[in-house]
């Protein structure tokens, strides 16, 4: 039986660096929150043939978030097998007639010709210092290193993540039990108002006694917050099993909509002014909440 899940965020960073033989290849990684697995791949055409197993890796190990993949590869000093960078000196030579004749037909002239044909494609070609299966192995693993380091990144900005979460769902707490140390005092106010209200109505004559009870029990009613408040108690205590449990950002997330339900009720029904500050600081930390957990994965 598997234990319980990590909390990881969706934001962290990852390098890799391998080298073989004559060549080092870095991968760096960078990740943001996002609602689904997002990737972006910078890297030359060397590793094109590597692309499609490297996006099939990072999905099913980073499985959400924008993710941006950079690969860079160096010769390094006393490579053998020649010069690692050639000129494709026909090619310059055709970008350079065509240049010209263009510059001579709209009257103009070139300037900087040889900077603007170097920087045309294929003019400069690095040559292939490494066969394909050294460089395969030396990439994957430079991936899979890179990978590591993303997890461990992820892992520790989970906990950051977690402290403050459980923060702030202790904060919510005690928000509630002031709640209920506030509602003893809010009755007594209640009543004396009510009280007030029947001797004024008696004094002058106009008291009708099932009116006044029927308005006492629908007043009641509409300000009673026992179902809002036991909601909420239980809401809490399912974000914390889950926490532990099942840290899903997504999960996390409806359960937040969930305590902010019960909060706007309790805010609306208390109309008590010790009450709804209580409920108010519980809504800022609820804010809190639910910020973080969308960073989680």
């Not at 977690?162 to 009755?187: F, T």
């Not at 208390?270 to 809190?288: C, G, I, R, T, Y």
Request: glycine residues 6%; hydrophobic residues 40%.
């Amino acid at each position: 039986m598997n234990g319980p899940r990590e909390l990881k965020s969706m934001t962290g960073y990852g390098q890799g660096e391998i080298t073989s033989g004559s060549f080092k290849i870095r991968i760096s990684l960078k990740s943001l929150n996002g609602k689904y697995f997002d990737l972006d791949v910078r890297m030359s055409r060397n590793f094109a043939a590597f692309e499609p197993e490297l996006r099939q890796r990072l999905r099913e190990q980073l499985e959400r978030g924008s993710v941006s993949a950079s690969v860079s590869m160096e010769y390094l000093p006393g490579a053998e097998n020649g010069s690692r960078v050639t000129t494709d000196i026909p090619l310059a030579e055709a970008y350079a007639a065509q240049m010209k004749l263009l510059a001579h037909q709209l009257n103009t002239e070139v300037h900087d010709l040889l900077g603007k044909v170097m920087a045309m494609p294929d003019v400069l070609r690095v040559n292939e210092v490494a066969n394909e299966e050294q460089l395969r192995i030396a990439f994957f693993q430079a991936l899979d290193l890179s990978i590591q380091h993303m997890e461990s990144f992820r892992k520790q900005e989970g906990q950051r993540i977690g402290e403050i979460l459980r923060s702030a769902l202790h904060h919510i707490r005690e928000g509630l039990k002031l709640v209920e140390q506030e509602e003893q005092a809010r009755r007594e106010l209640l009543r004396k108002r009510l009280w007030s209200a029947l001797e004024t109505q008696e004094a002058e004559g106009k008291m009708d006694r099932n009116r006044f009870e029927q308005e006492v029990i629908l007043y009641v009613e509409k300000l009673d917050i026992t179902e809002e408040k036991n909601r909420l108690a239980q809401h809490l205590d399912y974000f914390e099993t889950c926490l532990l449990r099942e840290p899903s950002g997504k999960k996390l997330n409806f359960i937040a909509q969930e305590i902010g339900r019960e909060l706007n009720t309790m805010g609306v029904k208390s109309n008590h002014f010790p009450m709804q500050q209580a409920v108010v600081d519980m809504k800022e930390q609820l804010e809190q909440i639910r910020e973080q957990v969308l960073n989680l994965l």
